[in-house]
């Protein structure tokens, strides 16, 4: 992925997060940093503490760092790096301020999926859409493009959830700070390697904390 993203884009950085992975993804992408010393960054986490918490964590790094595009994807082929010029592109007008790659803005654009996860996940932003009123059609999308302004005014210490109820935070959050979004129509592509990490008690994080976030707009506290 690394290499595939280099190839494609020269003025793009890379910030790998590793919560200490026994896979010893870190040692890999210190090798590659040879080739790639100015481009290619490396955040070590001591332990796992949630895939919100390691996103926060890198947007935080980026806002450090001065980028005024803070991009954000799977790193198993899930999401093509060729549709990152994409959701730049979108996020370049002015009235764009967050880029969703998303898998249902036009049908369902899945590669690969047995059709009981395609449900799960279709009738999940049904779901949320439902409870939320966000007229987001892939509210649980993790290729995004964020403009700087959006993560500099969320409150990323005030994000809840760590599973896929994050990406719905983020996505919700902005909306409420009256942010745009605009959703640009991709084919997600089910990982060659490795295995999901969705569980029961992610899915449960997500149909609970929906009601939840709503409740807090709804009382003025979120």
């Known amino acids: 992925m690394l290499r595939a993203v280099f190839s494609m884009y020269k003025e ?37 503490t949630g895939l919100g918490r390691a996103y926060i964590d ?19 082929f899930s999401h093509n790096p060729k549709d990152l010029k994409l959701l730049h592109q979108a996020c370049l007008a002015p009235n764009v301020d967050v880029a969703v790659g998303s898998r249902y803005v036009k049908g369902i654009n899945v590669v690969n999926w047995p059709f009981s996860r395609i449900l799960l996940s279709y009738l999940a932003s049904f779901y949320v859409r439902f409870i939320t009123g966000m007229p987001i059609k892939d509210s649980t999308a993790g290729f995004v493009c964020y403009k700087r302004s959006v993560l500099e005014t969320i409150d990323l210490d005030d994000i809840q959830f760590v599973g896929y109820a994050f990406q719905i935070e983020m996505k919700f959050k902005a909306l409420n700070k009256k942010f745009k979004i605009k959703e640009i129509p991709i084919i997600f592509t089910d990982r060659i390697r490795g295995a999901s990490k969705l569980t029961k008690g992610i899915i449960s994080e997500a149909v609970l904390g929906v009601i939840q976030m709503r409740a807090q707009q709804l009382l003025g506290r979120l």
């Open 12 to 48: 793009v950085h890379v910030l790998v997060v590793d919560d200490n992975s026994p896979d010893k993804t870190s040692q890999k992408v210190k090798e590659l940093q040879g080739e790639f010393p100015a481009t290619l960054h490396l955040l070590l986490r001591p332990q796992k």
């Open 58 to 76: 890198g947007f935080k790094w980026a806002l450090e760092h001065s980028y005024q595009y803070i991009f954000e994807m799977d790193s198993d």
